[in-house]
């Protein structure tokens, strides 16, 4: 079945150290997405990529890093630097390329905590 | 397009009864509209989306929305709720020949037996 993995669905984060989120779609889409769900908020855009090798900074990309060496693949990286960082963070896709009515389609999350 | 309202975090039903999910938006520009929903510790599924055409949209689970350009809205309906319809929902939209799609905050749904 085609969709999107997200791994590990659970992540500890201790002080001063970066964590990777890793990402793994095979629906063959172009563009993909990070975002961080936090209670009450709805979802807030972290990073997106319309196509490999290339990235963009969303709404709250401080502390935050990404990249994007494989089309299937979409890591984030949290950084020490993001001084909050418990969260739900899902990532998603979609396809459609210049043909922008395509929903994003959503891997299941990784609950993000500090120790 | 520019905000999504959901203007109501929570709402309570009981098993059977009809409910109205309001989602209103935003935008200088025509827009692509969706609803997703979302069940504990996971991520967003499709509920239905409107993208032109027929303003009334039919999604899965017995789910419908109106699209009414007028009072920019793109309320979210179902007939007769059951207790697995408990879960979170999400209004997004996004501008025709955008690339990114904005969120509402949610509404939770609870349905009681």
């Known amino acids: 079945d085609g969709g999107i993995t997200q791994s590990p669905k659970y992540l500890f984060r201790k002080e001063g150290q970066n964590v990777t989120l890793s990402c793994e779609q095979n629906l063959n889409h172009d563009a993909m997405y990070w975002y961080r769900q936090d209670p009450g908020q709805g979802l807030r855009l972290i990073y997106y990529?319309?196509?490999?090798?290339?990235?963009q900074k969303g709404d709250i990309a401080e502390g935050y890093s990404v990249s994007r060496e494989k089309k299937e693949s979409f890591p984030l990286t949290v950084t020490s630097a993001q001084k909050n960082p418990t969260a739900f963070y899902l990532c998603a896709s979609r396809g459609g390329g210049q043909i922008y009515n395509q929903p994003q389609h959503f891997g299941d999350g990784t609950r993000l905590s500090i120790l | 397009a520019q905000s999504v309202t959901q203007l109501d975090s929570q709402v309570p039903v009981f098993e059977e009864a009809p409910v109205e999910l309001r989602c209103n938006y935003s935008s200088s520009v025509s827009v692509y509209l969706f609803w997703y929903v979302q069940y504990p510790n996971q991520g967003l599924q499709l509920l239905l989306k409107?993208?032109?055409?027929?303003?009334l949209v039919k999604g899965i689970n017995g789910f419908e929305a109106e699209f009414n350009k007028s009072q920019t809205s793109f309320h979210l309906r179902k007939p007769s709720v059951h207790i697995s319809d408990t879960a979170e929902y999400f209004c997004?939209?996004?501008?025709?020949?955008?690339?990114?799609?904005?969120f509402g905050a949610g509404t939770r749904l609870f349905v009681k037996a």
């Open positions: 409107y993208l032109s055409g027929s303003t």
């Open positions: 997004a939209a996004m501008n025709t020949g955008g690339f990114k799609t904005i």
């Open positions: 990529s319309q196509i490999v090798n290339d990235f």
